[in-house]
């Protein structure tokens, strides 16, 4: 089964609305410079495993006030066992909110297919013209575009979300997404946070103040049914 990296055990803002766990997945097909989870994506190895009996004790010893659990990275669909992982969740009777980059349709479509998600967030690092220059990837864009399609047509809770860097990605890139998936749901932009990135360049950045992240998400209105900014004041 796959390797659990890391677990928050309680927190109320990854599932709004729910008291929920996190658990973090190693490695990621993205190279993001200002990505803050440095050693996740490039040095899984080095980080601890937790076994997967004591992640199933420590939810079964928290049953009845424990509601949910958010699977990130990382990215979980990396990870074709993660099924098997959230499977031995909802048996458990609990909801299981799901991050993802969209470098795996097929994976995101089977496990909406199946029913085993109640809420899928979605990052959209860049318009589609510049998701390799972001990324630092050979990511295939047309899988990218198909994640977003699948979600927009699986009737399940879904947001799209981007971190905006300045320097990297900014009001004109959110209005970009924005023509690509315009009449979306829900899109939330989100801070950059100058910590442990993985390109230390990025360590000197200063994020956006709130102002100009109120300024970023009242351009992106016009084109969800509901946008807004999370994220350090």
Wanted: net charge negative; with cysteine; glycine share 8%.
């Amino acid at each position: 089964m796959v390797e659990i990296k890391g677990i928050e055990k309680f927190s109320s803002r990854d599932f709004p609305g729910h008291i929920s766990s996190t658990v973090f997945l190693g490695g990621c097909t993205f190279r993001c410079p200002y990505c803050h989870n440095a050693d996740l994506v490039l040095r899984p190895e080095t980080i601890q495993t937790m076994p997967i009996d004591i992640f199933l004790s420590y939810l079964d010893g928290r049953k009845g006030w424990l509601e949910a659990v958010c699977f990130t990275g990382g990215e979980p669909l990396l990870h074709e066992e993660v099924e098997d992982l959230v499977r031995v969740v909802r048996e458990r009777g609990l909801l299981v909110k799901l991050d993802t980059n969209g470098s795996f349709p097929e994976r995101l479509e089977g496990l909406l297919a199946a029913g085993l998600l109640d809420w899928v967030a979605m990052d959209v690092k860049a318009p589609l013209e510049r998701y390799r220059e972001v990324t630092r990837s050979n990511v295939d864009v047309e899988s990218i575009v198909r994640s977003a399609d699948i979600l927009r047509n699986s009737g399940a809770r879904h947001t799209f979300r981007t971190t905006v860097v300045p320097g990297l990605v900014g009001k004109e890139d959110v209005v970009k997404i924005g023509e690509w998936l315009n009449g979306a749901a829900d899109y939330l932009i989100q801070q950059f946070v100058p910590q442990t990135t993985i390109d230390p360049a990025f360590l000197e950045v200063k994020p956006f103040s709130r102002a100009e992240l109120e300024d970023i998400v009242a351009a992106a209105k016009p084109y969800f049914q509901e946008a807004r900014v999370e994220g350090p004041e």
